[in-house]
C-alpha cells in the first residue's frame, strides 16, 4: 500500500490549508485513515482520524474545530482541512492507515503504533 500526501506548504497564521492523501490500494473503502505530524525535535502526534465509513472522527484537542478529516472513497483520498492555522502547528504532516483493528470513537486518542504504511509526508510551516 503507498500513500502519498500533498498540499503542504508556507502559510500565515489565521490562513488555511487543504491537505490531501492519495492511497494506492482498491481495499481503501476498508481502511480507518489518520493523519500525524512531527515538528523537528518532537515525536509523531496524532492529529486526526476517520472511519472506513466516514461517519466516525477523533482529534487531538488542540486542533478541535480548526481541522477537519474527511474521505472520498471513490477518488481512494484522504483530506485534512486546516482552518485558523498556528505557528504551532508547523510540522511535517503524514497520513497513514489503521493496522491493529481498532475503532474510532470520538476523544479517543489512538497509538501512533496502531497506524502503519506511512506516506513521505508534506510540509506546513506556519508564521506569525
Known amino acids: 500500500v503507498q500513500l502519498v500526501e500533498s498540499g503542504g506548504g508556507s502559510a500565515q497564521a489565521g490562513d488555511s490549508l487543504r491537505l490531501s492523501c492519495v492511497v494506492s490500494s482498491r481495499a481503501f473503502n476498508y481502511f480507518t485513515m489518520g493523519w500525524f505530524r512531527q515538528a523537528p525535535g518532537n515525536e509523531r502526534e496524532f492529529v486526526a482520524a476517520?472511519?472506513?465509513?466516514?461517519?466516525?472522527?477523533t482529534y487531538l484537542e488542540s486542533v478541535k474545530g480548526r481541522f477537519t478529516i474527511s474521505r472520498d472513497n471513490d477518488k481512494r483520498t484522504v483530506y485534512l482541512q486546516m482552518n485558523s492555522l498556528k505557528p504551532e502547528d508547523t510540522a511535517n504532516y503524514y497520513c497513514a492507515r489503521e493496522i491493529s483493528g481498532t475503532i474510532v470513537l470520538p476523544g479517543r486518542i489512538p497509538f501512533t503504533h496502531d497506524y502503519g504504511d506511512w506516506g513521505q509526508g508534506t510540509q506546513v510551516t506556519v508564521s506569525s
Open positions: 476517520i472511519s472506513w465509513n466516514g461517519k466516525d472522527t
